[in-house]
């Protein structure tokens, strides 16, 4: 059997309660990753190209409703530069349009999951969210310059 990834999970949200309650959750689910919280589309921009942090095992959870660089201006950039276009990024957010979630896709989103506005069902959905981040295996070494 393969030795775990040691995933770094970058969370995107410009919310700080629901960026607290992901990260609540997501530790009630025993994930055992770094977890990296970036408030808006730049910082995360930043955190992988400007100060050259891009982990070789990432996830992005990406909010798209953010102010300055959206969600989806976010994922176009990501998905368009050799260095980064391997990293999954799971849209993750309160927009629950047909077409909204497909334009995601089209521009290569690899999950999107729509928050509930319900506290106990947000807290439960992240809770599953993380269950399936402990077993999810990313391309390795693709990441480096």
Avoid: W
């Amino acid at each position: 059997m393969p030795e775990p990834q040691t995933l770094t999970l970058l969370v995107v949200e410009d919310d700080p309660g629901h960026a607290r309650l992901i990260e609540k959750n997501l530790r009630r689910s025993s994930v055992s990753c770094e977890i990296v919280k970036l408030t808006d589309g730049q910082q995360i921009l930043d955190y992988l190209f400007t100060n050259g942090k891009a982990a070789e095992s990432a996830v992005v959870l990406l909010d798209l409703n953010m102010p300055g660089l959206s969600g989806y201006q976010v994922l176009q950039r990501l998905k368009a530069h050799e260095r980064t276009r391997s990293i999954p990024v799971v849209i993750l957010t309160t927009t629950d349009d047909a077409a909204e979630i497909q334009r995601c896709y089209d521009l290569g989103c690899n999950a999107y999951v729509t928050k509930p506005v319900d506290y106990e069902q947000f807290s439960e959905m992240i809770h599953r969210l993380g269950l399936f981040l402990s077993i999810v295996r990313t391309p390795e070494g693709y990441a480096k310059s």
